[in-house]
Each structure stands twice: as C-alpha cells, then as structure tokens.
C-alpha cells in the first residue's frame, strides 16, 4: 500500500487530533471587561514565533500531501519524537505503529528511527519491559545499511543492560554515548569510572574487544589501579606516567582526585593500606581425615612465608581446637590476623565466635553473612561458568551444544553456564546430559543428530573395512560445544566427538571448564583432548602470571599430587597476601591481587572471586591463550 494511501486512510484521524489539541490549546481563562482604548503609539507586530511541537509536525505533514509527499513520512516521525518530548508516549507508539505498518514506504534510517521510539514509547508505558529484541533490530539496520547509531540507542542499550546485569555491554554503550556529551561534567567522568572500578580480569578484555572510543587508556587506567593500588608510593609513580602519556584524556579527572587522594593520606600520617603484621593465626585440619587437604595448604602458606620474614606465623590444628576459647587463644598469641577455617563445619563454628581480627576463610560459610572484617575466598566450579559464559556468548554462537556429566557437582556448573547464557543472549542454550559407559555413546549420538543419519544408511550395512563408505551426517547447526565433566570423562567424550564430525563439515570448537583439565596426564590425553579450550588458574597453567620456578620445584617434590591438592596449594600460597591487603580490598574498590589461583577480586559480599586463564590443548602439548579464540 502507499505511503499516501495510508496517510489519506489515517487523515481523518489525525484532523481529530489536531481539533482536539487546538480547542485545548485555546481555552483560557473567562475574558475581563473591555477597558477603554487609550491612545498609545503604534507598535511593531512581530511575527509569532514556530513551535515545533507535534501539532506542527502534523499539521505540516498534512500539507506535504499536495506539495511534498516524500516529506509525509519524515514530517510524521518528527511528530512520533516530539509526543515522547511532550511525555505523551502512547501517541508516540501509536504512530510508530502506524509507519512500522509500511516499512517499504520508508528508508532505512527512518526505519532505524521508528525503531528506536517504539523502544523508547514502549520503556515508558510498560517499565523493565525487554528492550532486546527492538535494539537488535535496529541493530541490523544500522548494520545491513552501513549507518551510524543515535545517541538514544546506545541510552536504551545502557537500560537494557543494567536490567540484564550486562556490565561490558553497558559500559561499552556508555563509552559510546558519552561522545555525544559536549559539556561533559566531572561527575560523568567519575561514573565512568565507577564502572570501570568493578570489572574483572575477563571483562576488560571482553570491553577491549569492543573497541569504544577512548577505551584503551581508560583500561590501562583500570589495570594500574588493580595492580598498583595498594602501594602508595608505586601508584603515584604509575600514574603519574599515564597522565604524561594520556595528557588529554578525561580520565584525568580520575587520576587527578587519586593522586590527590594519596597526598592527602601521606600529610596525615595516616596507616598504609596494608600495613606490616607480626602474628597470623592460621587455623587447618593438621590431623584427622581432612589432614591432607591442611597440610598442603599449610604448604602453600609456607611456600609464600620465605617472602614474608617479617610475620610469625602460628597454626593451630582445627580438629584439637575448642572453638569456644578461640577468642582467648588469640589474644594469648597476640595475633593481629587469621587465616582459615578450610573445612565449612569449621567455617560456621568460628563465624559464631564473632572474632573480630581481620580474617580471611578459605572456605565460603554456608548462611552466615560476612562482616566488615572477614573476606572468604571463592573457589567455587561454578564461578568460572559464569566467566565461560559470558564471554562464549560474545563470539555470537547461534546454536552451542552444553554438554554435562550427570553427577551432582557437573550439575551445578552446567546450570550456572545455562542460567548465565540465558541472561545476556535471552535464548535458552541446548543441554544434554550423559553418564559414564555404554549410556553415552548412545546420548551423544542423539545429540549430534548421528542417529538420524544412521536410520538413513542402515540398510547399505556398511563397515569400516569396506571400500564404500558412507560419513554419518552429524548435526551442522551446533557450532560450539561446551563439556562439564571432569579430566576422565571428558578424555572419553572429546574424542568421541571428534569423530562424529564429518570431514565435510567445519570443525565445531570444544570448550570446557578447569576439571576437564589436568597436570597427571600422559602423551594419550594431549591426543584425545586436541584442539579443547578451556579455563584453569595460573598454578596450573604454564603463563605470564605463574610462578614457574615455585611450581617446577612443588612438582620435583610431590610429583603425583592430585589436581584438587594442588588448588589447595596454590590458595595457600595466596592467602598471607590477601589477609594483608583486607582494607586496600575494602577501602579501594579497584584493588585487585594477582595471584596462583587466578586473579581475586572482593564483591559486595566480601567474597573474592577469581578470574581465570584460558588454555588449549594444541599439537601435543598445553599452551596459554592471550585471549579466547
């Protein structure tokens, strides 16, 4: 239908409109007396100043008809804005409604503008409503016809994904609105950098990849600030080089207020951030059944104690101790510190003593809400689906296969990966689960469509010794797979996978989490787990940030330790510094540690979750990933 057949239909319509707005506009107040005409000089008339509201808009629409058709459409979106400016989004709806209706009659960057106050019109009247599907299509304009986005796409960007918890995405479209502030405020920069103060390790490298205007020095900025912010004196230094560097930057009204804060800490005198302790109590099941898991942590701790001589160390076995005299056993030792409990029953018997050192629980309390002066350590598998997750999400995978083991703890992580693809793509990712032995094959074949493909051919009764053979069509919809499982299973499974893909069809990536991993592995498993990525800590995973001389030297003396001691290990081995740095964690948000087990970051829960690296097994042999192919 045209476009002026449409309008010519709606005229009726929008004349009732522009009545009804004109008897409104033109009731006043009742009319005084007519006062006796004075003789006053003539003044100039001047001409009554052109409300571009959406009375105009419209009535101007109406007179393009005759005059300008090719102006109807553009005058009519002019109206559609200007009703959410005078706060009347159901009109604004409607006639964006209306337009969506004859698409063709427009071009794409009406298109484009329609979509957006739809959006907009549709935010107002239904409220956390789901902007996704609106933004994705204006998305795809802007894509398909090579054009640039409005400011109010990246603001509804921000809306959607403050609702979705979506900080990159957010922060990205934050960015990119801000180059529209001409007039920016220092408090605008400042909530910047708020955002920037909360992302972790995998987030920044997912921002970068975005590429928004202006990002780099503000991640640089960030990192330092992770780093560097616990030591005054080395922060200073690091910032002071940014700014020679970044001299234009607006994040120099954030390293302006931190250098300031840290002159004004340095006149008065005021305590470090992390200042010298002499005595931590470390309490670890040293004897009993758990007495293996305290003694490599002890270990651990022990390892980082050779660069720590100025503290005293004092452990105390979890399994002799009354916990009900714990208090009085401090306070006899003089301790400033505690490290531990490891074990949860432990953890809920010293949180109900109420000490009140600076603590840090290697283990995560089960209920019990934490207090200013206790932080915990999350070890948690399932913390690093959620980094799978969101990151996997941002390669744009249409149809990832989630692949889980069925015991209880796989369980777990494969729901935190689904819930957390759930949130930021708004799809439902496809699962299966399998169990060890004769079961899986038969799964895993249903999974990959194999099945289907074997009913086709099962007559020709072809074998693999044959000279005819015929390729099992696997499913050539799934383009990424994720395995839950640990090292054992999915040494079975990977392979398995790997052959059920034809050679005519491209290879799907295989991704999976820490437990699909391990250090006790022979010359077979770097062959079965070819070409599979996956998260691990650095103590486990040859990098940058791993303490090669220490983890050759704990390999040379336990050879054989399990992968789950080694963990153990390796949080030992960070806890001194992380007790050390509770205020800089509490007083500077953007504090981060760098540690064996990844690096830690304190949440609003006084929880320190981690941020973990990306591996791969490559051509018979492990290798580190800068960052996820």
Known sequence: MHFNCFFSKNRQLILATLVAVTIASCSSAPKKAPEQPKSVPKEEVKPKEIVEDAQYYLTMAEQSLATNPDQTSYLLINAAQ???????PNNALWLAKQLEQNKTELTSE??????????????????????????????????????????????????????????????????????????????DITALWQDFVLLTQWQQQQLQQKRAPMVTPWLKLAKLANEYGHNNQVFNNKLSNWQKQNPTHPANVIVNQLLEEITLEQLNQQPSIAPEQKVIAII??????????????QQGILAAYQNNTDLVLNFIDANQLDFTTLNDTLIKINASRVIGPLLKEHVEQFLAQNIPLPTLLLNLPTQTALKDNQIAISMRPEDEAVQAAAQLSDKHYRKPLLLSHNDPVSQRIAQTFANQWLSITDSPIETMTYSQGKDMQNQLKQSLGVDDSERRIKDLRVRLDQILKIEERNRRDIDMIYIVGNNQQTRLIKPYIDVNIATFADVIPVYASSRSHSLNHDDSALVDLNGMTFTEMPWLLSSEQQNTPLAKQAHNLWPNRSDSLQRIFAMGYDAIELVNKLEAFKARPYVRHFGQTGVLKLNESNVLTRSLLWGQYSRSQVKQLAQLN
């Open 110 to 187: 009406q298109q484009y503008r329609v979509t957006l106050i739809k959006a907009q019109a549709t935010d107002i009247l239904v409220p956390e409503t789901n902007l996704k599907p609106m933004l994705d299509e204006a998305n795809e304009i802007v894509t398909e016809n090579k054009l640039p986005h409005d400011l109010a796409y990246y603001q509804l960007l921000v809306m959607h994904a403050e609702r979705t918890s979506q900080l990159v995405l957010g922060l990205d479209a934050k960015l990119r609105a801000f180059t529209y502030n001409q007039q920016a405020t220092d408090q």
């Open 82 to 88: 200007s009703y959410l400016s005078e706060e009347k």
């Open 284 to 297: 670890l099941p040293l004897t009993g059944k758990q007495a293996r898991a305290g003694q490599v942590a």
